[in-house]
Structure formats: structure tokens, C-alpha cells
């Protein structure tokens, strides 16, 4: 199994599309904060991809009230990145709805972009699959994607978080397996879901971790 460091995986996003989606973790006022941590670390990388708008779920919400939040948040602001919140602007009348308000004021935003211009988003959980995990269920990356005509490149960061909805599951056990390895890689490392041991279409890739707490 071909192990890749978060920068890769973001730099390989970059060169498959212009839309690159990243989840965290995070549950009322908890969240794994290495899902934040990372998204700090890789916002060099994206701005080297050529990153200058970075669209955020729950800008202005209770998250914003996080220093981890805070701190990627203001990292992006130094390198002169526009921030742009694209959270359901009313109350949604179910998740579906959220959804689908999501997208399209993410289709919005990325209509405003110049041309050929990148975009990085940062949203929660499953956001960003890219099929239908539940039947009923359409995620925003999959609406984006039906209403841009743009396929995002999706990386999942949660598949090993604690309480999560993977949660001691195969990743889980396989991260374990890999402990030593991603030790070698800082702790937090992944992998194309085409080399993947593991059927998940959802999304492109995933990342590993030994740091899954949700606290």
C-alpha cells in the first residue's frame, strides 16, 4: 500500500480539478483537532497549487469561536486568500435541503471565481462524498458536482476519527496496522481510494491517523 503525505494528496487533487474538498471532524462544540491541524499544514501547499479562495462551511457559526478554527481561518487570510462562507443561508427544513443549499451557493461562489481559477473547500463529515452513501441522502459534493458539471476531488479525513461513523471499523483496523508507518509521515497519512484495500467510492482519497480523538 502506497502511503502519501497529505501535501501529495492535495497537490495530486489539484492536478485532476479545479474543486479540491476537505472534511474535518466535529460534533456540537467537539472536533479531532488534527483534522483542523492538517488543514493548517496544507494551506502552503494549496497556495503553491495556485489557492487564492477558500470556501467554509460554518464560517461564522460556533466553530468560528475555536482557536483551531480561528488559527486556519486567519492562516489562509495572511497568505491574502479570500474566505467565503457558503453555509444554508435559512433554516433547512431537513438535511437534504442543507444540502442542497450548500451546493449551490458553492456553485455561486465558484461561478465568481476568475477563470481557471482553484478552490478549496472545508466542510464536515460527509459533505464531500461524492455518491450516495444513503439512499435518501445527496451530499453536496454530489449536487456540486451535478450542477458545476465539475467533478471535485474529494479527501477524506474522518474515516478513522473516534465516534465517528467509521469508527472501529476496517480503516480503523487498518490504520492500526499501519501505525508504524504513519508514524514515520508525522502520524497522518493516506492514500488514493484507487490503491485503496478497501471499497470506498464516496470520495478520492482518504487519511489515516494515529490522532483520533474527538474531543
Not at 460527509?126 to 467533478?151: C, I, N, T
Request: glycine share 6%.
Amino acid at each position: 500500500m502506497n502511503l502519501r503525505t497529505p501535501e501529495e494528496l492535495l497537490a495530486i487533487g489539484f492536478s485532476r480539478s479545479r474543486v479540491v474538498m476537505m472534511n474535518e471532524a466535529h460534533h456540537v462544540m467537539k472536533r479531532c483537532l488534527r483534522t483542523r491541524e492538517i488543514g493548517l499544514r496544507l494551506l502552503p501547499a494549496a497556495h503553491a497549487a495556485g489557492v487564492r479562495h477558500f470556501a467554509i462551511e460554518a464560517l461564522y457559526s460556533h466553530y468560528f469561536t475555536q482557536p483551531d478554527m480561528q488559527r486556519l481561518v486567519d492562516g489562509a487570510e495572511e497568505l491574502g486568500w479570500k474566505v467565503i462562507p457558503y453555509e444554508a443561508r435559512r433554516s433547512p427544513t431537513d438535511t437534504n435541503d442543507r444540502e442542497e443549499q450548500q451546493a449551490h451557493n458553492l456553485l455561486e461562489a465558484f461561478a465568481a471565481l476568475p477563470q481557471d481559477s482553484p478552490l478549496l473547500v472545508w466542510c464536515g463529515w460527509g459533505h464531500l462524498y461524492k455518491q450516495h452513501l444513503l439512499s435518501d441522502w445527496r451530499p453536496m459534493a454530489s449536487r456540486f458536482w451535478e450542477l458545476s458539471g465539475v467533478e471535485p476531488f474529494s479527501i477524506d479525513q474522518t474515516v478513522t476519527v473516534e465516534a465517528g461513523p467509521n469508527w472501529n471499523g476496517p480503516w480503523h483496523q487498518l490504520a492500526r496496522s499501519q501505525t508504524w508507518r504513519l508514524q514515520a509521515l508525522g502520524g497522518t497519512a493516506g492514500f488514493l481510494v484507487a490503491d485503496s484495500p478497501i471499497p470506498w467510492p464516496y470520495v478520492d482519497a482518504v487519511l489515516l491517523s494515529t490522532e483520533n480523538a474527538l474531543e
